[in-house]
């Protein structure tokens, strides 16, 4: 697929090794210092079956578009969603690539330096030298027009996209892009989308980086739509 191939290629890491591992819906590229491709597939195994578990048992985490309680005893994957389901007020299932590129990314952590996991265009990084991180907004003149900078000190960081014209997934807005950072990759996924959700037109910018400051642990945030631009916290954008 056209968009795929693109968002594949949105962040620089040319002195990385790169692999695919792909299990069911899971779909990741990863960057490493060498390629894990046997120990990431067993991370991403571990994860979607504590997933899958918990879903059988409790169908309405998967069903629910709104947050759901939090019960004892979860395993940190699910928790981590269903928290930040509830700082978003999302629901739990709106954080889930953003958790899984985390966790894994995590579990590599342990064999590399340096570790890059990109998840449908979600994306966790830990990185030692500065990454560009370019922004694809679909038909927007400003798709692959600006880039994130993310230096060292800012890894392990997680960078999530969603948008209401790319893509399959869920989004009740019309942006082209709303890119948010956190150092939580579920908070990051679930604020894109929570923010995503009331963006409809150009105007609806200002009202979308109101809602992110709004949200705990949101540390930036960048919307498109069309050919406007909005951005806050701490964030360096460069033209590419």
Known sequence: MYERRIYRNLVKSEDLIKFEVIVK???????????????????VLKYRHQL????????LFERSLVPIEEIPHLPNIIKEMVRASNLTGVGPMAS???AIAQSVSEDLLQLSNEVI?????????????ER????????SPLSLKVGIVIEPKDSPIGICTSS????????????????????SAALADAAATAIGNIIREKKDIECGLERA??????????????????AWGDIRLMKL
Request: with cysteine.
């Open 25 to 43: 819906e899971t779909d990741l590229l990863i960057r490493s210092e060498r390629d894990f491709s046997r120990e990431a597939k067993d991370s």
């Open 52 to 59: 899958e578990t918990y879903i059988a048992a409790n169908p």
């Open 96 to 98: 889930v690539a953003g």
């Open 117 to 129: 996991v990109e998840n449908g265009g979600d994306i966790y990084l830990a990185t030692s030298k």
């Open 132 to 139: 560009i991180v370019g922004i694809y907004a679909g038909d």
């Open 164 to 183: 209401g014209t790319v893509g399959h997934s869920l989004s009740f807005g019309r942006a082209d892009a709303v890119c948010v950072l956190s150092k």
């Open 213 to 230: 400051q709004e949200i705990e642990g949101v540390s930036s945030v960048l919307i498109i739509v069309g050919d406007k631009m909005g």
